[in-house]
Protein backbone atom coordinates (compact mmCIF):
# COMPACT_ATOMS: atom_id res chain seq x y z
CA UNK A 1 0.00 0.00 0.00
CA UNK A 2 1.53 3.32 -0.75
CA UNK A 3 2.04 5.60 2.22
CA UNK A 4 3.18 9.52 1.49
CA UNK A 5 4.59 11.82 3.22
CA UNK A 6 3.30 15.20 3.18
CA UNK A 7 3.35 19.27 4.80
CA UNK A 8 0.31 21.15 5.87
CA UNK A 9 1.00 24.79 3.73
CA UNK A 10 -1.35 26.12 6.74
CA UNK A 11 0.08 24.51 9.92
CA UNK A 12 3.17 23.55 8.40
CA UNK A 13 2.47 20.42 10.22
CA UNK A 14 4.23 16.83 8.52
CA UNK A 15 2.03 13.65 8.52
CA UNK A 16 1.85 10.17 6.34
CA UNK A 17 -1.41 9.29 4.38
CA UNK A 18 -2.55 6.32 2.91
CA UNK A 19 -3.46 6.99 -0.71
CA UNK A 20 -4.83 4.38 -2.94
CA UNK A 21 -5.27 6.11 -5.77
CA UNK A 22 -2.65 9.17 -7.10
CA UNK A 23 -5.78 10.68 -8.74
CA UNK A 24 -6.87 11.09 -4.76
CA UNK A 25 -3.90 13.07 -3.67
CA UNK A 26 -6.01 16.18 -4.34
CA UNK A 27 -8.20 14.51 -1.35
CA UNK A 28 -5.96 14.40 1.65
CA UNK A 29 -6.48 16.81 4.23
CA UNK A 30 -3.97 17.94 7.22
CA UNK A 31 -5.24 15.52 10.65
CA UNK A 32 -3.93 18.82 12.53
CA UNK A 33 -6.21 21.34 11.24
CA UNK A 34 -8.17 19.82 8.61
CA UNK A 35 -6.82 22.01 6.20
CA UNK A 36 -6.60 20.85 2.58
CA UNK A 37 -3.55 22.25 1.31
CA UNK A 38 -1.38 20.02 1.58
CA UNK A 39 1.97 19.05 -0.80
CA UNK A 40 3.54 15.75 -1.04
CA UNK A 41 7.02 15.70 -0.06
CA UNK A 42 9.82 13.44 -1.40
CA UNK A 43 10.15 10.61 0.46
CA UNK A 44 13.47 8.36 1.18
CA UNK A 45 13.72 4.71 1.47
CA UNK A 46 16.08 2.21 2.73
CA UNK A 47 16.51 -1.27 1.34
CA UNK A 48 18.80 -4.11 2.11
CA UNK A 49 20.44 -5.85 -0.82
CA UNK A 50 19.76 -9.28 -0.49
CA UNK A 51 22.89 -11.98 0.51
CA UNK A 52 25.22 -12.81 -2.15
CA UNK A 53 24.45 -9.69 -4.15
CA UNK A 54 27.03 -7.66 -2.76
CA UNK A 55 27.19 -5.14 0.22
CA UNK A 56 27.52 -1.56 0.94
CA UNK A 57 29.71 -0.20 3.80
CA UNK A 58 30.14 3.43 5.10
CA UNK A 59 33.02 2.30 7.09
CA UNK A 60 36.22 0.51 6.64
CA UNK A 61 38.47 -1.84 8.06
CA UNK A 62 41.17 -2.33 5.44
CA UNK A 63 43.92 0.48 5.35
CA UNK A 64 43.60 3.00 2.72
CA UNK A 65 44.72 6.00 1.06
CA UNK A 66 43.61 9.80 1.94
CA UNK A 67 42.85 12.18 -0.62
CA UNK A 68 45.53 15.06 -0.14
CA UNK A 69 48.15 13.54 1.95
CA UNK A 70 50.31 13.09 -1.30
CA UNK A 71 51.02 9.67 -0.95
CA UNK A 72 50.03 7.33 -4.02
Same mark, same amino acid.
Given at each position: ????? %????????? %??????????????????? *?????????????????????? %???????????? *?????
Amino acid at each position: MPIFE %FVCTECEKN %FEDLVLSLSRIDEVVCPSC *GGNKVKKKMSTFASKPAEGIGS %FSLGSTSPSHSC *GTGSV
